[in-house]
C-alpha cells in the first residue's frame, strides 16, 4: 500500500507564493514520474507540472515561468514552489506518483488534495 500525503495548500493574496510538498511512503520497488494535477469548481482536473526520476520537467502553459516543480528521490517527495499567484490558480492541487510495487508492475497513486485560495 501506498500513501501520498500532500502539505502547504492554504490562502494568500494575489501576487504571494506557496510552497506544496507531497511525500510517498508505504511499500514499494520505485517511483517513476511524479507530478501535480489541480481542479477548480465546475471544472476537469488538469495537469499542472510533471517530473521524471531524472528530473526532466513539463508544465501547463497558465503556470509556466511561475511554477516550478522538483523532487528528492532520496525522500520520495514531489514539492511544487509556485509564485506570481493568480485568483484563476485557486484550486483543489492533487499529487500523484507512478510507482512500481514490483520490478515490472506500475501503477499511479494519487493523494487526497490539498486546497489552494488565491484572494485578488
Known amino acids: 500500500q501506498v500513501q501520498l500525503v500532500e502539505s502547504g495548500g492554504g490562502l494568500v493574496q494575489a501576487g504571494g507564493s506557496l510552497r506544496l510538498s507531497c511525500a510517498a511512503s508505504g511499500i514499494f520497488f520505485s517511483i517513476n514520474g511524479m507530478g501535480w494535477y489541480r481542479q477548480a469548481p465546475g471544472k476537469q482536473r488538469e495537469l499542472v507540472a510533471d517530473?521524471?526520476?531524472?528530473?526532466?520537467?513539463n508544465y501547463a502553459d497558465s503556470v509556466k515561468g511561475r511554477f516550478t516543480i522538483s523532487r528528492n528521490n532520496a525522500k520520495n517527495t514531489v514539492y511544487l514552489q509556485m509564485n506570481s499567484l493568480k485568483p484563476e490558480d485557486t484550486a483543489v492541487y492533487y499529487c500523484?506518483?507512478?510507482?512500481?510495487?514490483?520490478?515490472?508492475?506500475?501503477?499511479?497513486?494519487w493523494g487526497q488534495g490539498t486546497q489552494v485560495t488565491v484572494s485578488s
Open positions: 517530473i521524471t526520476r531524472g528530473d526532466s520537467t
Open positions: 500523484y506518483a507512478d510507482v512500481y510495487m514490483t520490478r515490472s508492475s506500475n501503477r499511479n497513486s
